[in-house]
């Protein structure tokens, strides 16, 4: 079995000692953690750059859900596709697209999300829904991002 790790696991101790199989991740990932990747044998896990096809899937997929996610969130989405292995991470945008995809995670210091939601950007002022972030072109109010109600 194949887990890519995301910063949130390898932080939070995830026991890769207890686990069989490939541990991968990004090298962002890495870069991320930097001076705390000490928390865990740093040399057991692979460093791995997804191949661009995956890449597009996962921002396909966050154009529906307008999630938000990094350029490193991506990759690790991106990883599980391409290894096919599940991701171990406590970040909620992160295992939403992953469900959305079909992708397995494995929650490390929190609960997972339950279901998967989309998000939906509005004006807080006059309350007109937009596509994505930005001012509202109405009153120039700073729009904000909430779940989109079913």
């Keep these: 079995m194949n887990i ?13 000692n207890l686990i069989k199989g490939r541990l991968i991740t990004s090298p962002n990932v890495i870069d991320e953690i930097g001076k705390r990747a000490n ?11 997804p191949k661009e096809r995956f890449i597009e899937k996962v921002k396909k997929e966050i154009l ?9 969130d991506i990759e690790i989405i991106a990883l599980a596709l391409e290894f096919k292995g599940e991701i171990a991470t406590d970040d909620y945008g992160i295992q ?5 995809i ?3 995670f494995i929650p490390v210091g929190e609960v997972g999300i339950k279901k998967v939601f989309e998000w939906e950007w509005y004006c807080p002022a006059c309350f007109r829904k937009y596509k994505g972030p930005g001012i509202c072109e109405v009153c120039g109010t700073k729009l904000k991002r909430r779940v989109k109600k079913s």
């Design 4 to 16: 890519i790790l995301d910063a949130s696991a390898i932080i939070n101790g995830i026991p890769i």
């Design 39 to 49: 928390v865990i044998p740093i040399e057991r896990v692979e460093q791995r750059i």
């Design 64 to 72: 529906k859900t307008r999630d938000t996610l990094s350029k490193t």
């Design 96 to 100: 939403n697209i992953a469900k959305k």
């Design 102 to 104: 079909g992708i397995n």
